[in-house]
């Protein structure tokens, strides 16, 4: 007996759906493929390895290869500009807040623009662990999102070795409320950095982290607080060469000097005078853009010098060399 026609079990029933869902995915994939002809997306980290709340800063760049000039700008308005974080088990990290945004921008042909992002502004990036980050731009052309290679980095504690807790004095914005400031220690592969952080006590807010510069630890750094209950610190960061920083309630770094550890004048060290103020004794200031110039003015002619290093040859005839 025969079944009726409509009931027919042809194979090609369920081989043309097939074959148009296999249509679709190659249309895309060729949509795909022009779309990242016409747009080159690269983004790169300006590290791999970042100490907790250090600002992770990526740097993403478009370049223009459709042969004429391209408006980026997203779907019905939105950033053309997104960011995919996950953590290295696969874990999706949400926005904590607000997401990038980044405006409509005329891309001339041939042209590239770059956009520079701080992802811990959006992202909670601060539990130490491996994270991957991937950038996509949206290319209005075909409706779809171009991607970047994906980036790995990772993000560890540092090792704290000082910590206080100040009040903001009254006057100040934010009068009445209590920071932290603590002082840590990290070592990579190649050098010891000192860093600092700054944390609102009551949100235990993150404010500020990042590194003070160099550090050897021969000598361990001095940390204290001056009348205005902001952070001085110096630390030997070269030989025989002191850093002394001052940072203020928000984390910015209000002052950089460096010091040199002259013969005869002592060690620089950090006193605190009955008034409250801080300074450096011993030592003394090093300024690097004013010894260079003096450098410079001693080369040229008008210092006496030939305005080029000498030379062997340079010798008036007949002087001896030391030692002859």
Known sequence: MNLPSHHSSHPSRFLAPLAVAFAAVAVIGCMLTQASAQLLVEMKLNKNLYVAYEPIIAE???????????VLGGPTGASWLNFDVASDQGESILPSGATPVAGSTVLGAGKSHTLTVSLG?????????????????YFAGTGQYIGARPQLFGVTEARLIWQQVVGIPRGKPEAGNYRHYSLLVFRDTERTLLYVRVRDQKSKRVLATYSLGRLI????????????????VLFLGA????????????????????????????SPQLM???????????????????????AAHAASP????TGR???LSDRPEGLPLVGE
């Open 121 to 137: 502004k959006y992202y909670a990036l601060g539990k130490p662990r491996n994270y991957r980050v991937k950038a996509s731009v």
């Open 302 to 305: 008008e210092g006496g010098g």
């Open 239 to 266: 030989p025989r060469t002191y850093s002394h920083k001052v940072i203020n309630y928000g984390g910015e770094t209000l002052l950089s000097d460096v010091y040199k550890d002259e013969p005869g004048s002592g």
């Open 60 to 70: 993403v760049t478009v370049s223009n290869r459709a042969g004429r000039d391209i």
């Open 217 to 232: 630890e021969v000598r361990d750094p001095q940390a204290t607080i001056d009348g205005d209950n902001r952070l001085h």
């Open 309 to 311: 290093i000498r030379n």
């Open 272 to 294: 605190l005078s009955s008034s409250g103020k801080v300074q450096v004794a011993g030592g003394s200031i090093h300024d690097p853009a004013l010894a260079a110039e003096a």
